[in-house]
């Protein structure tokens, strides 16, 4: 089992920045991948950015070039720096971590960017 605990999620104006964390704890060993998805109202989760254990990392379209994925594996840690938000960012985020057969989930934090 593995135990994901994101934070930094909050109101923001647009063209400002904010940085989530999330913190993976139990059997992190196995996990191959982590990233973050978000949903708005109404859409689709989608996919905003993951990296491998080996750091390869993948972005959607739209966040590239604004967004950071990044991890720290002493504190078992990844990070998202958000650059540049559009009101368009607006949607709940979640963290998540991949391991072979399994997929684990955050409860998921809020991010709202006012224009």
């Known amino acids: 089992q593995v135990q994901l605990v994101e934070s930094g999620g909050g109101l923001v104006q647009a063209g400002g920045s904010l940085r989530l964390s999330c913190a993976a704890s139990?059997?992190?060993?196995?996990?191959?991948?982590m990233g973050w998805y978000r949903q708005a109202p109404g859409k689709r989760r989608e996919l905003v950015a993951a990296?491998?254990?080996?750091?390869?990392?993948n972005y959607a379209d739209s966040v590239k070039g604004r967004f950071t994925i990044s991890r720290d594996n002493a504190k078992n840690t990844v990070y998202l720096q958000m650059n540049s938000l559009k009101p368009e960012d607006t949607a709940v985020y979640y963290c998540?971590?991949?391991?072979?057969?399994?997929?684990?989930w955050g409860q998921g934090t809020q991010v709202t960017v006012s224009s």
């Open positions: 998540y971590a991949d391991e072979p057969g399994t997929d684990y």
């Open positions: 139990g059997s992190i060993f196995s996990i191959n991948a």
């Open positions: 990296i491998t254990s080996g750091g390869s990392t």
